[in-house]
């Protein structure tokens, strides 16, 4: 038997949290990253709860449940990469997913990079996330990509508090051979 994995579901637009719902109704293990957005409308500003990646949600399944999550009105489908089977995603992204947005103050969407070292964060509030740097200005961002859905958000953390753990990412290396 196949142990649960990571899979990102695409879903029909501003359907999020009623597909979230309804698989954890189910017994299905979901995962809807949310931030809290400040809106404005003509006559007031107003903070709402938004997803962090609009059209997607997390879901940990084996294989074998998968067209019980088909089944959930809103979803279109699994998100597969280069073949029809599903890609999944890292246990460590979502851990640093799930880490990063319980401090929303720092955080912001950023488009996913092609260069730069693989870090952990050491110490703080971030520690254990697992990202690519990105200097900007006299800040340090670490960037942390969801791959298969090609989106990510970065946060920002002082120089010392990150470790290389490598040397640069694989997106980062074929760009490089690319050149």
Sequence with gaps: MNSPRWYV??????????????????????????IIEIRQWSDRKKKVEAPLFPGYDFVRIELSQKLRVLEVDGVVKFVA????????VPDEQIESLRLVITSPKTLRKESPLNEGEVVRVKS????GAQGIVVRAKNSTRVVISIEAIQQAISIEVAAGDVEQIGVKSERAKKVEVGK
């Design 81 to 88: 990469i280069g073949s029809a089977r599903p890609e999944p």
């Design 9 to 34: 579901l695409y879903l029909r637009s501003r359907y999020e949290k009623r597909v979230h719902e309804e698989l954890l109704q189910r017994g299905i293990e979901s995962f809807l990253p949310t």
């Design 124 to 127: 703080g509030p971030f520690a």
